[in-house]
């Protein structure tokens, strides 16, 4: 279960607006705002990469399908290893009954 949120979507989405319409830097918009400065721009850096003004960092949709094929390849490589052992496991069965 996540953690949940220290600042409302709402407020973080309108520091993001306010940094990118003002041209502020980041620290007095989270000040004036009241959140903290690297939570912001964390959110900043998020919507530029989003917005392709940022090709250095992964866009939130890179960022999900890397996460899916993580867990994807998590999930094929524990059923590999069951395969395997359920091979091992029947070609025993199957060598000791041809010794007898």
Same mark, same amino acid.
């Given at each position: 279960? /996540?953690?949940p949120?220290k600042?409302p979507?709402e407020?973080? *989405?309108?520091? &993001?607006?306010? &940094?990118? *319409?003002s #041209? $502020? /830097?980041?620290?007095r &918009?989270?000040?004036d705002? #009241?959140?903290?400065h *690297?939570?912001l721009? @964390?959110? &900043? $850096?998020?919507? +530029?990469? !989003?917005?392709?003004?940022?090709t !250095? ?6 960022? *999900?399908e890397?996460?899916r094929?993580?867990?994807? %390849?998590? +999930?094929?490589r524990?059923? %590999?290893?069951?395969?395997k ?7 025993? +069965?199957? !060598?000791?009954d041809?010794? @007898?």
């Amino acid at each position: 279960m /996540p953690r949940p949120k220290k600042y409302p979507d709402e407020l973080m *989405e309108r520091g &993001v607006r306010l &940094v990118f *319409e003002s #041209g $502020r /830097p980041i620290a007095r &918009v989270a000040a004036d705002l #009241g959140v903290h400065h *690297e939570a912001l721009r @964390k959110r &900043v $850096r998020r919507a +530029e990469a !989003d917005s392709g003004a940022r090709t !250095d960092l992964l866009s939130t949709a890179e960022r *999900e399908e890397i996460r899916r094929l993580r867990k994807e %390849n998590f +999930e094929l490589r524990r059923a %590999n290893e069951i395969l395997k052992s359920a091979s091992v496991f029947f070609a025993k +069965e199957l !060598d000791t009954d041809r010794t @007898k």
